[in-house]
């Protein structure tokens, strides 16, 4: 009669007992990686490897030694990124050219034969020093040193510019010769005060009745002291060549250039702005 095939079980020193009918049969100490156990005729039974490895520690085999683990690859480094070519800088644009101001300008004061009943031609101003000419018709305002022109500049004038102040408010432009001064005081910044009226101005408005004799004595004194002379008259006053710009006549009878232009000519002129002012018909 076959063996019915029993459930094997581990006992010590690596033997596997089967107990079929009292019997017991020994198999031999495991050896390699597998063993089985007989045990009647069932099938072969496999036994775990952690079975084996107890089962060759207790007969004195040595354990196999783990592998060693391996190292892990080193990480290649990352490149360095590519570098990013300087923006190039935008080329300079030029500013457009500006024409020089050539018509109403002359080279000397030979060649402004307007201001000859002004300004005899045997005046010493004319060859001496610094002057100042405007010129109402041309709208251009020159500066002369020792006769010979080195600026020449754009204006604008009153909004009535034609012919020679009278009164206040009449918004005209005086014209003859004055003197000129510096007027820190003014609205206007950089403002030059122009000395009017002067003394034909003074007597010519006496003589009409326009202003009284004692206001005609007080603006010949101050004239010949080179001060400012009364600017309450009725003949106006507070005229002045400043900046605010010359592209059209809108003074109350003032000389006014371009702000930069203004700049350029107080830096011609002589200390404290004074000089002589020339204004042409």
Known sequence: MRGRPLRSRRLPGGWACGLLLGACSAEAAISGPVATVAVGEGPELPLASRAAAAGAAAAGAPAAEAPAAEAPAPTPPRP???????????EPVAPPAVEPVTEGCVASLDELH????????????????????????????????????????????????????????????????????????????????????????????????????????????????????????????????????????????????????????????PRGMRTDLLVLP
Do not use: M
């Not at 600026?151 to 408010?169: E, N, S, T």
């Not at 001064?181 to 101005?201: G, L, Q, T, V």
């Not at 009409?208 to 004194?221: Q, V, W």
């Open 80 to 90: 360095a990124p590519s570098p990013v070519p300087p923006t190039p800088a935008p």
């Open 114 to 269: 307007d201001g000859a009943a002004l300004l005899p031609v045997d005046d010493r101003r004319r060859r001496h020093g610094t002057l100042v000419v405007v010129r109402k018709a041309q709208r251009r305002l020159l500066v002369f040193v020792d006769g010979d022109a080195t600026h020449c500049f754009p204006v604008a004038l009153g909004f009535a510019p034609a012919g020679h102040k009278q009164v206040q408010g009449d918004g005209k432009t005086p014209e003859g010769l004055y003197r000129t001064s510096d007027k820190p005081w003014s609205s206007f910044e950089h403002a030059i005060a122009i000395h009017y009226p002067n003394a034909d101005d003074a007597r010519a408005a006496a003589s009409d009745g326009r202003i009284s004799s004692k206001t005609r004595d007080r603006i010949l004194a101050d004239v010949r002291e080179g001060r400012v002379p009364p600017q309450s008259t009725k003949l106006g006053g507070a005229v002045l060549i400043h900046g605010g710009g010359a592209s059209s006549d809108w003074t109350l009878g003032c000389v006014a250039l371009e702000d930069a232009d203004l700049l350029t000519l107080r830096s011609a002129l």
